[in-house]
C-alpha cells in the first residue's frame, strides 16, 4: 500500500451525527473529499439535506438522515435507514455536543443557582445521547464488518483542564474522554480489535453555543474571557471548522489502524501552555 493510499477513505460508509452543525458539517465534507460516502445524522433534517447536497456539488457522495439523539427509537431507525441504503457502516462520528446557558455561571447566575435541569441536559446531550446511545447503536451494526470501523467521538480541552464557569459542559467532557478510552479496550477485548474507537479534543472553536462567552453581542468584540483564551492560545487564534479535517481522516483511516484509546488535542498548543 502506499503511503497516501492509507488515508483513503474509499469505500467506506462514514456517519457523522450531528452533521448538520458547522463543525459536523466541516467534519462530513473532509471524509466525503477523502471518498468516503458520508451519512449526515441531524435532528433537522434540512440542515442534513443541505451539508449533502453541498457535498454532491462538489462531486462527493452524501445523503441527509434524521436522528434525535435523546430518542434510541430514532437512533436505531437512522441507523437501520443507513445499512439500507449504504449496505454497512465503517466510520462513526458522535458530533452532536453543546453548552446551554442555564448550566453556565455568571455574575447573574451563580454555582448554586444553577438548573438542574440545564445541567442534565448538558450531560445528555454530550454523554449520554450524544456520544453513549450512538455507539451502541451503530457499533452493534459494525461487528460483522470485515475490516473492522473506526469509532470517532468529541471530547473538549475542558476534559483535560476544566475551565471556569461552564460545570456541566466540562463534567460531560471529561466523562466522554473517560467513556472512549473505556470503550476502545471493551470492543477489542470482547468483540474485535479492529473496532478502534478514539476521540478529537478541539481547543476554542467560535460557535453558536459559545458565542455569548467568548464575544459582545453588542459590539461583537471580544470579551475578558475571549482575550485570554486568545492569550493562551499560542497560535493566536480560535479554531476554524476546517482544521478538524485532518485529524478526523486520519482516524478514521487505516493510517491509524493501530490506534484506539486516545484523545487528540487539537487546540492552536493552548494545552502545551502554562501562561509564562
Known sequence: MQFVDMFSLKDKVAVVTGGGGVLGGAIAKGLAGAGA????????????????????????????????????????????????????????????????????????????????????????????????????????????????????????????????????YSAAKAAVSNFTQWLAVHLAQEYRPDLRVNAIAPGFFLTEQNRFLLTSKETGEPTPRGKTIIGHTPMGRYGAPEDLVGVTIWLASDASRFVTGIVVPVDGGFSAFSGV
Not at 56 to 63: E, V
Not at 136 to 153: A, D, T, W, Y
Open 37 to 168: 460516502t458520508v451519512a449526515i445524522a441531524d435532528l433537522f433534517p434540512e440542515n442534513a439535506a443541505k451539508i449533502a447536497g453541498e457535498i454532491a456539488q462538489a462531486g462527493g457522495t452524501a445523503g441527509g438522515y434524521a436522528l434525535d439523539v435523546f430518542k434510541k427509537d430514532s437512533i436505531e431507525a437512522c441507523a437501520d435507514a443507513i445499512v439500507r441504503d449504504h449496505g454497512r457502516v465503517d466510520v462513526v462520528v458522535n458530533a452532536v455536543g453543546g453548552n446551554m446557558q442555564g448550566a453556565t455561571t455568571s455574575p447573574e447566575q451563580s454555582f448554586f443557582d444553577l438548573s438542574s435541569e440545564a445541567m442534565q441536559r448538558v450531560l445528555d446531550l454530550n454523554l449520554l445521547g450524544g456520544t453513549i446511545l450512538p455507539s451502541q447503536v451503530f457499533v452493534k451494526r459494525m461487528l460483522n464488518n470485515p475490516l473492522g470501523g473506526s469509532i470517532i467521538n468529541i471530547s473538549s480541552m475542558n476534559a483535560l483542564r476544566p475551565l471556569t464557569r461552564i460545570p456541566g
